[in-house]
């Protein structure tokens, strides 16, 4: 079963090595969802909601919330916050039952990229 639980934050970057428009500072509101993957416990949940928020709180929306993102990570593409979400999550869910299955970021309403764990764990990043 798989659980899904989305996210938003607002942050400034730069793409300092790519030649357009977005190499000029500028924010976004984004947008990203993390999806579990497990079997219902004997309480009937994969995970608890709450417990998942708290945990995405405390590792990533407290660190890019209102942030500028080049201090944390460079060349913040949506594919490398991707990345960086998954890094700072997946090690905390492994005290869970669930494994991290899936992250998808929006760098705007109609743009997004999808990270799995079989790209993360077979090395395809």
């Known amino acids: ?20 428009k977005c190499e000029a500072l500028h924010g976004h509101t ?14 009937g949940m994969v995970m608890d909601f709450v417990v998942l928020k708290d945990l995405v709180s405390e590792r990533i929306l407290a660190r890019l919330d209102h942030s500028y993102l080049n201090d944390i990570l460079p060349q913040p593409t949506a594919e490398r916050i991707a990345l960086w979400i998954w ?5 905390a869910l492994r005290a869970f039952r669930a494994e991290l299955f899936e992250v998808q970021v ?14 993360v764990r077979g090395g395809r990043t």
């Open 30 to 43: 984004y947008r990203f969802a993390v999806t579990l993957r497990g079997e219902p416990d004997a309480e």
């Open 87 to 91: 890094g700072e999550l997946e090690p």
């Open 106 to 119: 929006w760098e705007t309403a109609t743009c997004s990229v999808i990270l799995h764990g079989e790209d």
């Open 1 to 20: 079963m798989f659980l899904k639980r989305e996210f938003t934050f607002d942050a400034a970057h730069r793409l300092e090595h790519y030649h357009g």
